[in-house]
């Protein structure tokens, strides 16, 4: 039964991953600063500790009674973190839903499998597989094979990328994505890959918060199990650190672009502007809030990460044919980039069975 509540939980966060851009195509008239910096804000500030105050009690308690070498670590992993956030949303809006999502959540899942290693080869933690094990063992072996497939994934879909640059001309291109951009949108694609992996590693670090909330559950509730909101309360901090990076570099972009004016722009629909762009910061929290109910049936491993990414981008990509990103163009670009998702899936699942070893 935990198994099946797992695979429900995992999925509807990954559905709530894939989907979360969608409102903001329907922003008018604002700058993507402008609806990034309000979809941040509920995001990363307002929604989830809401959702920590409905389901954890006394939640706030729990992080000031943490150790300051706890909160300093998870917020810096939310920070690292935050960059990826902030460029994956570039990255959709350069490449769009499918191709973008693709790249980004495959480097995702082969950086969220080495990173680990490598920081443990540097220092050596009992308990904890080092790069150099990772050579020496079939699972690790296994591993480093999934992340090199999942390269040849992305290097297939990014050629689907340029034969779609190369067919459709630059008004047919912005009819699905209005900003296309191949170069632009793989270089930063790649960028957010590598660091969005570092909110797994957020979870890690603010595991002794999310223990405490675990164990206050189980005490006055012994028969009740695992806490499934438990990872709630880590989520307030590390997406502290996610809306420190997104606020300065919106705020930085909104000056330099004199789009705050966005905001007194009576010209434009404002107030579905905020409410689109609070759909999106909402689904886009939505999808730790499941991801963290799923984390507590199946455990921060393989089979949660495989799960969480295999579904985002199986979403983002049922929205990019929604969306008619690939209309026009010849069968042999579709035939490409349907291969390079399913080398990057693939590759999810190589990774997934190897940490299980």
């Not at 502007?273 to 199946?298: C, H, I, P, R």
Request: proline share 3%.
């Amino acid at each position: 039964m935990n198994a099946l509540l797992g695979v429900i939980f995992h999925s509807i966060g990954g559905f709530a991953s894939g989907s979360f851009y969608m409102p903001y195509n329907k922003v008018r008239g604002w700058k993507w600063e402008s609806y990034w910096m309000v979809g941040g804000l509920f995001a990363w500030l307002i929604v989830p500790p809401l959702a920590a105050y409905f389901t954890v009690p006394g939640f706030a308690g729990i992080i000031a009674g943490s150790s300051m070498q706890i909160l300093t670590i998870t917020y810096v992993m939310g920070l690292l973190w935050g960059i990826g956030g902030l460029s994956y949303g570039l990255g959709v809006r350069y490449l769009g839903m499918s191709l973008g999502n693709s790249v980004v959540l495959g480097f995702c899942a082969a950086f969220g499998a080495i990173v680990p290693s490598l920081y443990y080869s540097i220092n050596p933690t009992p308990g904890k597989v080092s790069f150099t094990d990772m050579l020496s063992a079939p699972g690790g072996q296994l591993v480093l094979l999934g992340v090199l497939v999942c390269l040849i994934g992305i290097a297939v879909s990014g050629k689907a990328g340029l034969m779609k640059e190369r067919e459709l001309s630059k008004e047919m291109q912005q009819a699905s994505v209005p900003e296309f951009s191949l170069v632009k949108g793989l270089v930063i694609a790649v960028l957010s890959g590598i660091l969005s992996s570092f909110f797994n590693f957020g979870i890690e670090a603010g595991k002794p918060m999310a223990h405490v909330a675990n164990e206050m559950w189980k005490t006055a509730n012994p028969l009740q199990g695992e806490f499934i909101f438990q990872n709630n309360v880590t989520f307030v901090v590390i997406l502290w650190g996610g809306l420190t990076t997104n606020f300065i570099w919106t705020t930085i972009l909104s000056l330099q672009n004199k789009s705050f004016t966005d905001f007194v722009n009576t010209s434009t629909p404002r107030t579905m502007n905020v409410v689109f762009s609070a759909m999106a910061g909402t689904a886009w929290f939505m999808q730790f809030f499941f991801y963290g109910m799923g984390e507590s049936k199946l455990g921060n491993g393989a089979s949660s990460w495989i799960l969480h990414m295999s579904t985002i981008i199986l979403t983002a990509n049922m929205w990019g044919i929604y969306r008619k990103e690939w209309t026009g163009v010849a069968a042999s670009t579709k035939w490409t980039i349907t291969a390079g998702i399913a080398i990057i899936l693939f590759s999810v699942v190589l990774v997934g069975i190897g940490n299980s070893m």
